[in-house]
């Protein structure tokens, strides 16, 4: 059974966790449909409200957490994420009969409500879920789930306020060094870097935001012989070889997962929106959650559990960006090689190394792996709602090694930007999984 080695998981918590006696409740794969359309509805008010890729991955932890958190008690012995985590409330435990789907669906929605713009949608959504469980059970046994629900989602959010977000909304815009090798504003839009000081967010699985840095280990050099060059030159020249309907056009295209991108035409500019790199991995952990059959609470486990790895691999990846503030390959092409060259893809507004998307994606296919096995066979649907074709791949780790060269195979990042972004991601990963199964 694929599944075999996120029961694992759930087994080695309880050692080490301690668990609260829960009312032992059945429920269905069916069942878990509710947990995957509040995901996809939190992925479109993402995608909607135009959050940037850091900020994104702390969108989608905390209404995880909460609906895990909510969720568990169907399940006898089911383990607290959060006890594992740095400074969460405990989790207040039910009394009495509940329908823990509707406790599950509350905590996630009232969560979401404090980190999304567009909370009207989010309460539209909520009251639509509940009104189709209310007739379901007792008003009685409803009531007391919603309040559940409730007080588990007020003690999730507690951490809101102590995670340095709102703290980091106060602080400067990067100071730019207009210094040979230092990143700069890359065209069309020269935009300010985004979120500078994200590395000063709350980890919750790392002990701190430099736990898996990795060293930039070629630095700037012009020289044409240096290692830098050589990096810079085949960023160069796979751009130009790269051409329309090649399978590395392809696959560039299936990995852009850039939210928010300005196209310009001329005197036109018009934008697209796209989920970030963390929406696609939970999108692809719908597919195997779906696929695998899983009940209602490894399903909720699953995106706990991935939202977690992804949140913490992005404050690790930002860390080392804005300590090293590596320049792109656009800056330095346009400026020493050819003026007119342009990437595939737009670059975006912040360092080079190491990668975001190698780094988040090695993460998210670790925790995968540990959720579902090495190995893994699957088939990636989730970029056809807009316009792109599936992709098959052999395991999540060969996924996110294609996530991380497609970077190169667009412009927009060297070669080692990716490979230690890569090897970043998987220490990310691991600690998750190590803190997750052991403790604090």
Partial sequence: MKYRLALSVV?????????????????????????HRCERQ???????????????????????????????????????????????????????????????????????????????????????????????????????????GTRVSDAVIKRLS??????TRGMDRYEVKALPGLWVPTPPDYADGVEPHWPQMKTMALDSNSQCDVALTIPYNEGKSSDFWKELTEVYEMVNR?????????????????????RHKGHLMFQDKKMTPGGHWMA?????????????VATANSYAVTSVTLYDAFISCWNVKYSTARVRPETVINDKVDKKWVPHLVTPPFPAFTSGHSTVSAAAAEALTFLYGDAI??????????????????????????ASISRVYAGIHYRSDCELGNVQGRKVGAVVFDRLTKGK
């Fill in 11 to 35: 087994g080695l918590c309880m050692m080490v966790v301690g668990c609260q006696k829960a009312t032992e409740v059945t429920y269905s794969a069916t069942d878990a449909t509710l947990l």
């Fill in 42 to 148: 939190l992925t479109e008010l993402i995608i909607h409200d135009i959050f940037s890729p850091p900020v994104s991955s702390r969108v989608y932890v905390y209404p995880s957490l909460a609906a895990y958190e909510a969720a568990r008690f169907a399940k006898a012995g089911s383990p607290s994420i959060t006890a594992n985590l740095r400074d969460f409330e405990a989790i207040p435990a039910p009394e009495g009969a509940h329908d823990f789907r509707i406790s599950a669906v509350r905590a996630f929605c009232q969560t979401a409500k404090r980190v999304v713009f567009s909370k009207p949608e989010i309460q539209a959504f909520e009251d639509q879920l509940l009104a189709e469980l209310k007739d379901q059970t007792t008003e009685e046994i409803f009531n007391r789930s919603v309040e559940f």
């Fill in 162 to 167: 102590t995670d340095n977000y709102q703290e």
């Fill in 242 to 262: 790269v051409k329309e309907g090649s399978d590395e056009m392809d696959i560039l295209t299936f990995w852009d997962d850039n939210p928010f991108v300005s």
């Fill in 284 to 296: 692809i952990n719908r597919i195997m959650a779906i696929h695998n059959q899983l009940d209602f």
């Fill in 377 to 402: 066979a699957y088939t990636d649907s989730t970029e056809r709602e807009f316009g792109l074709s599936v992709r098959n791949f052999s395991s999540f780790r060969e996924a996110a090694l294609e």
